[in-house]
């Protein structure tokens, strides 16, 4: 069964807009990630944040998590045409090392 | 060449057929995962293995096995392939402490 859940499930922005997506989540969990996918291809891994942290930044993206509501936010700023892709959440559900992921936003940026 | 690697990266088998998706990394990594994507559903687990000697069952294991041949090489197959098993297929890989997964590229595989 999923543990994150994102939201929304497709967002189309005009390039140099932020997109924002969110994560839901069930269960306890030591770490939260965002991964990134072009069509078809294969996953990549963005940005790792540990439950003991509330924020994190890399590059033009900036990760938030709260645990007291079980959710993630993944903003992307400054957005360009590359970033065109879905963007998943990933928990260690329960701290077991294996990730469980959402079934992911399908972002569009128009140039 | 790549971190991880799948092979074949596409492939269309009949009902009731044995196949064999291959996956090999370079990372040196111990842990190693089959994941497989259907629109609209994300990403579900196999099988997983921590070490050559460890393998485990996802959370949708049935209708398929995997084989730990080495450190670097971690294969899954389907006994008697069916059309439901018609999907994308991820091989990723993690190191210890380092829990950020490296994907392959994926193999489509369909099911006629």
């Known amino acids: 069964s999923q543990q994150g859940e994102e939201d929304p499930q497709a967002l189309s922005i005009q390039e140099g807009e932020n997109a924002t997506m969110n994560c839901s989540y069930k269960?306890?969990?030591?770490?939260l990630q965002w991964y990134r996918q072009n069509s078809g291809r294969g996953l990549v891994h963005l940005i790792l944040?540990?439950?003991?942290?509330r924020e994190k930044h890399s590059g033009r993206l900036r990760v938030t998590l709260d645990t007291s509501k079980k959710s993630s936010s993944l903003l992307i700023t400054a957005s360009r045409a590359a970033d065109t892709a879905s963007y998943f959440c990933?928990?260690?559900?329960?701290?077991?090392?294996?990730?469980?992921f959402g079934k992911g936003t399908k972002l569009t940026v128009n140039p | 060449d790549a971190d991880v690697t799948q092979t074949p990266r596409n492939r269309i088998t009949k009902t009731g057929k044995r196949i064999m998706l291959e996956c090999s990394q370079t990372?040196?990594?111990?842990?190693m995962y089959w994941y497989r994507q259907d629109p609209g559903l994300g990403l579900r687990l196999i099988y997983y293995?921590?070490?050559?000697?460890?393998?485990n069952k996802g959370e949708i294991s049935d209708g398929y096995s995997v084989s730990r041949q080495a450190q670097a090489k971690f294969s899954l197959s389907l006994e008697s392939a069916i059309p439901n098993q018609t999907a994308l297929y991820f091989c990723?890989?993690?190191?210890?402490?380092?829990?950020?997964?490296?994907f392959g590229s994926g193999t489509r595989l369909t099911v006629v």
């Open positions: 944040i540990r439950s003991n942290e």
């Open positions: 269960t306890s969990i030591n770490n």
């Open positions: 990372k040196g990594h111990d842990r």
């Open positions: 990933a928990t260690d559900k329960g701290g077991s090392e294996k990730l469980v």
């Open positions: 990723a890989t993690s190191g210890m402490g380092d829990y950020g997964y490296t």
């Open positions: 293995s921590f070490d050559v000697k460890d393998i």
